[in-house]
């Protein structure tokens, strides 16, 4: 069993003043695979101290200086990638697949804030006066334990571009991974104070982050409820916040497009990351007089997505995160059930041979109605509703029709016509025929799925207060 008992904070590894446990357990086959001890409000003060102090001479750092952190961060994690790999499929329940490509990808948050530094104008000038863009000061990072590696990453990787020093907590739920990302962290040897860690409750360390006079910002992902609970704390010392939340993302496939193509993109892009995916496209909008075509279709890939241990190159579909999200989704089945959907594949229960573990069936609804629950909340498990449409215009309406607008996808075998329809989506990203990401380019939503953006310049730019210096 493994012991996590330490936590990081001004370049040490020190054992946490908080006393309370929280075991660690493979979501696979529930057995318990460690514990952590969980620090509290005193490790988060030292934390943020240690954070203030080293703000002093990490924000007067050069761009050049910041390149050569960002290169020593991104050597020091991709020495690590087997290591999160190996530790994600444990803990996580990430399937070989997801957890190769997530880590693959790694350095990439480096990369490009690297290249945003290489042409970032801080100071600039308007008519006799100067305007400065310097670091904000101390942020706090606040990430979900299905993207915990990457959202670490990334979020710390703009930080230090704008010359800001971090606090971080991570889910405790991701504890083995934080422990590697740590000890790389370290390894990479920049200054003192300038990114602690700090695991605990969100109700303990979370709380004391989002409060704590000298925090000056905080950049969270996670669920909207959280985020606006988030919000409503920082609101009293008036913090700058990044807000990535939730998503129940569309889908919308035009009459052009051709069907045997994109519904099997769409059904497999629907259980990215076994389905705890934020952007996952979990809404699919399909022509109505087609609907029997994409119906077939989607059953048939369905019953060939293959849910089995993460481990295995196989697997399509891991387990979920906790029997709690298991049950989550399962509450969620049943409810599309009783609204009357009709159950195209998958359903109740769990996938034989896979009774010990989270393990959730491979599940699409069809003949769903944009108003039932399974197509308004975000379910954060394998389950895709199709919902039909009758002409264009009632599939943007639909699209919209939501408390969220995160991502969205569009497929047309006429990419000016798919591009015309992107630009009246509510969604901070639409991708159009396929799934794409860059790291330069903005990434944020729309309503209810978050406040501000990251990546890239326009990620950059929250990092920074804007001061005018008249002459």
Same mark, same amino acid.
């Given at each position: 069993m ?12 020190v054992m ?17 695979i ?5 620090a ?7 934390a ?11 924000s ?10 960002l290169?020593?961060l ?14 994600m499929?444990e803990?996580?329940?990430?399937t070989?697949?997801?957890?190769t490509m997530s ?6 948050w480096?990369?490009?804030m690297?290249e945003v ?18 670091p904000v000061?101390?942020v706090?990072i606040?990430?979900?334990w ?14 230090i ?20 990302l ?5 390894d990479?040897?920049?200054?003192k ?14 709380a ?6 000298d925090?000056?910002k ?11 609970s988030i919000a409503?704390?920082a ?18 496939i ?14 497999y892009?629907?259980y990215m990351?076994?389905?705890?995916a934020?952007i996952a496209p ?9 609907l ?5 279709? %989607?059953?048939? =890939? #369905? *019953? $060939? &997505?293959?849910? /089995? ?9 891991? !387990? +979920? @995160? ?7 989704v ?8 009783e ?8 359903g109740l229960g769990?996938?034989?041979r896979?009774?010990a ?6 599940t699409v609804?069809?003949n ?8 308004q909340e975000?379910?954060f498990g ?5 919902i ?16 969220y607008g995160?991502a ?9 016509? %798919?591009?015309? =329809? #992107? *630009? $009246? &989506?509510?969604? /901070?990203?639409?991708?159009i025929?396929?799934?794409r990401?860059? !790291? +330069? @380019? ?8 978050g406040m ?11 990092y920074?207060?804007i001061?005018a210096?008249?002459?």
């Amino acid at each position: 069993m493994k012991n996590v008992n330490k936590i990081y904070i001004n370049g040490e590894f020190v054992m946490p003043h908080g006393t309370e446990i929280f075991d660690l357990i493979n979501p696979a086959n529930n057995i318990k695979i460690g514990e952590v001890i969980l620090a509290d409000e005193t490790d988060a003060k030292k934390a943020i101290e240690a954070a203030k102090t080293a703000f002093i001479s990490f924000s007067k750092s050069t761009a050049n200086e910041r390149i050569d952190y960002l290169t020593r961060l991104k050597t020091a994690v991709e020495k690590r990638k087997q290591d999160f790999i190996e530790t994600m499929i444990e803990e996580y329940g990430g399937t070989y697949q997801f957890v190769t490509m997530s880590n693959g990808h790694t350095g990439a948050w480096f990369d490009s804030m690297i290249e945003v530094l290489k042409k970032f104008e801080f100071e600039r000038t308007i008519n006799s006066s100067t305007v400065r863009l310097q670091p904000v000061g101390v942020v706090a990072i606040i990430t979900p334990w299905n993207a915990s590696n990457s959202s670490i990453a990334s979020k710390v990787a703009t930080a230090i571009a704008a010359g800001c020093t971090v606090v971080i907590k991570p889910s405790e739920m991701s504890s083995l991974q934080t422990q590697v990302l740590m000890e790389a962290f370290h390894d990479a040897g920049l200054p003192k104070g300038v990114i602690n860690f700090v695991t605990g409750l969100g109700n303990v360390v979370g709380a004391e982050l989002t409060t704590h006079p000298d925090i000056a910002k905080i950049s969270f992902t996670g669920s909207t409820a959280v985020g606006k609970s988030i919000a409503k704390n920082a609101s009293e010392t008036m913090k700058r916040l990044t807000l990535e939340l939730g998503g129940k993302s569309p889908n919308i496939i035009l009459d052009d497009a051709d069907l045997d193509q994109v519904i099997p993109v769409a059904v497999y892009g629907a259980y990215m990351n076994s389905g705890q995916a934020c952007i996952a496209p979990t809404r699919l909008l399909v022509p109505q007089e087609k609907l029997d075509e994409v119906n077939a279709i %989607a059953k048939s =890939v #369905a *019953e $060939k &997505i293959i849910v /089995g241990l993460p481990q295995n190159e196989s697997t399509n579909v891991g !387990p +979920m @995160v906790s029997i709690k999200q298991f049950e989550k989704v399962q509450h969620y089945i049943k409810t599309g059930i009783e609204e009357g959907a009709t159950l195209l594949a998958g359903g109740l229960g769990k996938p034989e041979r896979l009774e010990a573990g989270n393990f959730v069936k491979a599940t699409v609804f069809t003949n769903v109605r944009n108003d039932m629950k399974i197509a308004q909340e975000e379910i954060f498990g394998p389950v895709l509703s199709i919902i039909p449409y009758k002409i264009e215009e009632d599939a943007i309406r639909i699209a919209n029709d939501t408390p969220y607008g995160l991502a969205a996808y569009i497929s047309s075998a006429d990419n000016e016509r %798919a591009a015309r =329809v #992107a *630009e $009246k &989506i509510d969604a /901070g990203r639409v991708c159009i025929n396929g799934f794409r990401h860059d !790291p +330069m @380019v903005p990434f944020g939503g729309f309503k209810q799925s978050g406040m501000g953006r990251e990546y890239g310049e326009y990620g950059l730019e929250p990092y920074l207060e804007i001061k005018a210096i008249l002459k």
